[in-house]
């Protein structure tokens, strides 16, 4: 549910800026021309991924990554943050699309699955659980994606001052 909130959120936020497409609907840009579209995906728990999916993420918690699996006929989006020392972590994957990027000069295309995603850190003066935590997100599309994938971390600007 919350991945579907956040997808609405998104489509409504992007429906009001311009998409930098030009007349012919290329994307405009200094190295490359971007068109794609947006993938249906499910934000799942570990325990609701297939064993062997379950199986490596047990084998690799406590490290950071971003993975893709192939199982059951699906594939399996992974982000893990990592060991935290605390609770306040959290990861979500925001958006997963498919792109086509035209190579400058040639009439050559790739196929991409762009992923967008955000962490979310303990603010400075935040009270939290002292424990260790092992923050990830887990998207299960329909089918087998063969395209590489772009792993995009959203980062909000902060305000830099004086004291730190």
Request: charged share 25%; with cysteine; hydrophobic share 40%.
């Given at each position: 549910?919350?991945?579907v909130?956040?997808?609405?959120?998104?489509?409504s936020l992007?429906?009001?800026?311009?998409?930098?497409a030009?007349e012919?609907?290329k994307?405009?840009g200094?190295?490359s021309?971007?068109?794609?579209?947006e993938l249906s995906f499910?934000t799942?728990?570990?325990?609701?991924?297939p064993?062997l999916?379950?199986?490596w993420?047990?084998?690799h918690?406590?490290e950071s990554?971003?993975k893709?699996?192939?199982?059951?006929?699906k594939?399996?989006?992974?982000?893990?943050l990592?060991q935290?020392p605390?609770?306040?972590?959290d990861?979500?994957?925001?958006q997963?699309?498919?792109?086509?990027?035209?190579?400058?000069?040639?009439e050559?295309?790739?196929?991409?699955?762009?992923?967008?995603?955000?962490?979310?850190?303990p603010g400075?003066?935040?009270?939290s659980t002292?424990?260790l935590?092992?923050p990830m997100a887990?998207?299960?599309?329909?089918g087998?994606?063969?395209?590489?994938?772009?792993?995009?971390?959203e980062?909000e600007?902060?305000?830099?001052?004086?004291?730190g």
């Open positions: 549910m919350r991945g909130i956040l997808m609405i959120l998104t489509c992007l429906a009001g800026c311009g998409s930098g030009a012919d609907g994307m405009t200094e190295n021309n971007k068109k794609g579209a499910e799942v728990t570990a325990d609701e991924a064993d999916v379950q199986q993420i047990r084998e918690k406590s990554a971003q893709v699996f192939h199982a059951e006929g594939t399996y989006v992974i982000i893990m990592g935290k605390t609770g306040g972590y990861v979500a994957i925001e997963v699309k498919s792109v086509s990027m035209a190579k400058p000069g040639t050559a295309e790739t196929g991409q699955v762009a992923v967008r995603y955000h962490v979310t850190e400075k003066d935040s009270f002292q424990a935590t092992y887990i998207a299960e599309l329909d087998k994606r063969d395209e590489t994938f772009q792993f995009i971390n980062v600007p902060e305000e830099l001052t004086a004291d």
